[in-house]
C-alpha cells in the first residue's frame, strides 16, 4: 500500500501530530508499506534532512511562520496523487487539511486525524477565535471532515468531546488505537545525558513535566501546587523540559522565586535522544495538570519507562489510566494538582513499585506503536477495499 501522510509541518517542536506521524509510519513501513510526507514546510527548512521519510516541502521558501500557505500545494496534490492508494490528513486548522480537500477531489481516499482539535476547551478558552472557527467550519474545514472516508479519533473521550465543538458538516467517526513505540532499554548513558543538561540536579529525586511550556498545558498550577508541597517534601525537585514557544517561561521563573522554590526547579529546555529518555528513566513521577490534551505521546512515554503518571482528568485518556492503577487522576485546577501529587508521594515503596509495573503493563497493553499502526492499516485497508468493490 502506497500512503501519503499530509501534514502542517514536519518540525518536531510541534508535538503530537508529527510524533504521532513518525511513529506510526515506522511501523507501517516495517510492515512492507511505502510512506511518502506532504508538508507545508518551506523546502530550505533546516530541520529537512534529518527527516527519516521521503518529505515533499510545498510551502514557500523562507517562510518561518507557523501559518503556513502554499501556492503550490494543492497543484502537486493534483499532479502526484494517483501515485498513491490513499492519504492520511494530520490535524486541522491549517492550509494542508483544506488543501487536500481541493487537491485530491475525491481521485484517491483520504482520513482525517483530529489530533483533538476540535476540543470544545478551545471554545471555552478563546470564544472569538472559536465564532472565527464555526463561520470558517461552514465555508471549508467542516467540508473536509464531510468528505472523508473516515474522521479518526484516539480514544472515545475525543470522539465524545468533538460532538459538542462545531455545528453542521456531519462526518463519519472511528476509534482506532493509538500510542507510541517502546522505550530504549534502560541504559546508565542515557541517565548521564540528562543529568549533564541539569548538573545543579545533582542526585536528588525529581518529578518530571516534559512538553511544549503553554498556558494549556497548566504549567503555572504545576510551578503552585509544587510550591504548595515543596516544604513537606525537601528532597524533591521539579524538572519542566520542552520547548518555550509562546515566551512565558520568563513568567514561570518569575513566580517560582516569589514562591521561594527557583532552586528547586530545572529547565533544561526540549529533550531528545538519551536526554529525553534519561530524563524519563531516572523521575520518581510524570505530571501533566493539562488543561486541554488529546492523548498526550508524553504519557505514552512516561507508561512505556514504567513511570507512574499524575495527570488532570482533562487529559482524555485519562479514564483508561484510572482504570489501570497505573497513575492518579485530578481535577485541573491548582488544589486537585496539590491532592495528586500529596497522594502518590505519600505512598510507600511497596505501593509506588507496584504502580510502575501497572504503568509498563498499561503501555504494553493499550499504547504501543505496533496496535496502533496495525488498527490504521486496518482501517486503510477497508477503505481500499470498499473503493473497490
Known sequence: MKVLRIIGSVDQRFGGPIESLLRTAEEMRNQGHQIAVASLDPPDAQYLPSFPFEVHALGQRGMRSRVRYSTTFVPWLRRHASQYDVAIVEGLWNYSSVGTWLGLAKKIPYVVFAHGMLDPWFRKASPTKHFVKQIYWHLAEGRVLRDADYVLFTCEEERRLARQSFHGHRYRERVVAFGTADAPRLDEKRDIAFRQLVPELKDREYLLF????????????????????????????????????????????????????????????????????????????????????????????????????????????????????????????????????????????????????????????????????????????????????
Open 210 to 389: 516534559l512538553g511544549r511550556i503553554h498556558p494549556k498545558k497548566g504549567c503555572d498550577i504545576l510551578i503552585r501546587a509544587f510550591g504548595a508541597i515543596a516544604s513537606e517534601f525537601k528532597e524533591l525537585d521539579l524538572v519542566i523540559a520542552g520547548p518555550d514557544q509562546v515566551n512565558w517561561r520568563q513568567a514561570l521563573e518569575l513566580e517560582a522565586r516569589r514562591l521561594g522554590i527557583s532552586n528547586r526547579i530545572h529547565w533544561p529546555g526540549m529533550l531528545t535522544g538519551d536526554a529525553k529518555w534519561g530524563a524519563f528513566r531516572g523521575a520518581t513521577a510524570f505530571v501533566l495538570p493539562s488543561h486541554q490534551e488529546n492523548f498526550g505521546i508524553a504519557v505514552a512515554e512516561a507508561l512505556a519507562c514504567g513511570l507512574p503518571v499524575l495527570i488532570s482528568n482533562k487529559v482524555n485518556i485519562w479514564r483508561e489510566i484510572k482504570a489501570s492503577g497505573c497513575g492518579l487522576v485530578a481535577e485541573d485546577t491548582e488544589a486537585g494538582t496539590v491532592s495528586c501529587l500529596r497522594q502518590f508521594l505519600r505512598l510507600d515503596t511497596a505501593n509506588k513499585a507496584r504502580m510502575r509495573e501497572l504503568a509498563r503493563n498499561c503501555f504494553l497493553k493499550q499504547f504501543e506503536v505496533k496496535r496502533a499502526a496495525e488498527d490504521l492499516t486496518s482501517v486503510l485497508t477497508e477503505i481500499l477495499s470498499d473503493e473497490t468493490s
